[in-house]
Nanobody, 115 residues
């Protein structure tokens, strides 16, 4: 199982970005995918998640509620967090995660938001 994030960039506050998490070796039909972030000097925190296809439930941490939207493309086995109205405090390395018998993580993608 491999996860690869992409889409990280340096943007100004107020702009938008769409990240991607491409998953191989595991069908997302049966697995939830979570997005986490780790800012410099801080612990990794959960940001958003989307449940398996049969469920469809989404989760957002309070600080991104209303600004981030997570979706999936089953044909591409990819999950996308759409991030709008970015703030400097959103600056972090963003990781996607899934669990199937054990935890799998991608290498991360850096998002830098300047004021």
């Amino acid at each position: 199982v491999q996860l690869v994030e992409s889409g990280g960039a340096s943007v100004q506050a107020g702009n938008s970005l769409r990240l991607s998490c491409a998953v191989s070796g595991l069908s997302l039909d049966r697995s939830a995918v979570g997005w986490f972030r780790q800012a410099p000097g801080k612990e990794r925190e959960a940001v958003a998640a989307i449940a398996s296809v049969s469920d469809g439930t989404t989760y957002y941490t309070d600080s991104v509620q209303g600004r981030f939207t997570i979706s999936r493309d089953n044909a591409k086995n990819t999950v996308y967090p759409q991030m709008k109205r970015l703030k400097p405090e959103d600056t972090a390395v963003y990781y996607c995660n899934t669990f199937w018998k054990k935890n799998y993580w991608g290498p991360g993608t850096l998002v830098t938001v300047s004021s």
